[in-house]
Nanobody, 126 residues
Framework: QVQLVESGGGLVQAGGSLRLSCAAS????????IAWFRQVPGKEREFVAR???????????YYLDSVKGRFTISRDNAKNTAYLQMNSLKPEDTAVYSC????????????????WGQGTQVTVSS
């Protein structure tokens, strides 16, 4: 069982930065894939980024095309925490951001993730 709690959302001007955190419980956090999704009211949940576990200490990052070069997903297993560093934010990045965890996930398919946080609001003003 893994419980996830996000933090770090807020209001920022276009071009600014935010770092989201996802604190996880559970002793096997390091062996889970971790991802960030976002959702705007009335729209489907959208994949943003994932770090998938490939055994040992190897992880691979995968990003939504529109955030490549601006967002960075990372994790600190010693702290049981994952992060999403978001730079050069745009108004279209405004959404509720949620972290998710699972094993053997399909990156962009939210149904393959077993555990979810409650979400944190990110608002980017123009």
């Amino acid at each position: 069982q893994v419980q996830l709690v996000e933090s770090g959302g807020g209001l920022v001007q276009a071009g600014g930065s935010l770092r989201l955190s996802c604190a996880a419980s559970g002793r096997t956090f390091s062996s889970y894939d971790i991802a960030w999704f976002r959702q705007v009211p009335g729209k489907e949940r959208e994949f943003v980024a994932r770090l998938n576990w490939s055994g040992g200490i190897t992880y691979y990052a995968y990003y939504l095309d529109s955030v490549k070069g601006r967002f960075t997903i990372s994790r600190d297993n010693a702290k049981n925490t994952a992060y999403l560093q978001m730079n050069s934010l745009k108004p279209e990045d405004t959404a509720v951001y949620s972290c998710a965890a699972g094993r053997n996930t399909v990156a962009t398919d939210y149904k393959t993730y077993n555990y979810w946080g409650q979400g944190t609001q990110v608002t980017v003003s123009s």
